[in-house]
């Protein structure tokens, strides 16, 4: 099978509808994930600016927006169709079509979040490195969930039946590139498993600065 670009692949499935399914089969962990993320922010008790990568038809987008302590929400996606979709359906949050590998924000985030993305990208860990030093801010978190990882092996066929070039790490391999890239305190779990899937891998770290306000609290 001849492999397209992921950005080809997605463009494809916003047009079929497929990006509403994509937001239904992920929900329990994205939910989990931003539970985790949003309560950080609420202990802290201030506003906060959120970038989601990957963004789809940004159904994450509009749920952080509903946040009373979120002061702005963006979503950035390589497929214009993805952004199409996001834009008819939000005209409140900034959405933006690019590509993920070399976007460079005007405005640095406080919470960047991503699932089902990095695997995707040509290369994660540069891309992760230009996150934390020029994508967030000092009190920055980022955490993003990954479904195709080396442990859950039900993923290992997905490059060839979706077509598309994909990435697969074991989990300490997306830990230590978050850790190689400048996040501190960085730790993984799973999510939304059963007995015959691994879950979605979640993996999280903070900025030093935000490290350290915290522990001084």
Known sequence: MKMQDPIVIFGKWAEEGKDVGMEKGHANSVKEMLEFACKERAD?????????????????????????????????????????????????????????????????????????????????????????????????????????????????????????????????EWKAILEKSGFFGVKTWRVNSSKDWKGTLVITGKTKQFLQNLQRR
């Open 44 to 172: 802290l008790g201030k506003k906060f600016s959120f970038l989601d990568v990957g963004c789809g038809n940004g159904w994450v987008v509009r749920d952080i927006g509903e946040n009373k302590l979120c002061e702005r929400a963006v979503g950035i996606d390589g497929a214009q169709q993805m952004i199409a979709n996001a834009v008819s359906r939000d005209k409140k949050n900034e959405y933006i079509q690019t590509d993920i590998d070399s976007f460079s924000p005007f405005k640095r985030f406080d919470l960047i979040h991503s699932m089902e993305v990095f695997y995707y990208l040509k290369n994660p860990s540069k891309t992760i490195k230009r996150i934390c030093d020029n994508w967030l801010n000092p009190n920055g978190r980022l955490i993003i969930g990954i479904d195709r990882y080396y442990e859950n092996f039900q993923s290992h066929s997905w490059e060839e039946k979706v077509g598309t070039p994909m990435h697969l790490m074991k989990e300490q």
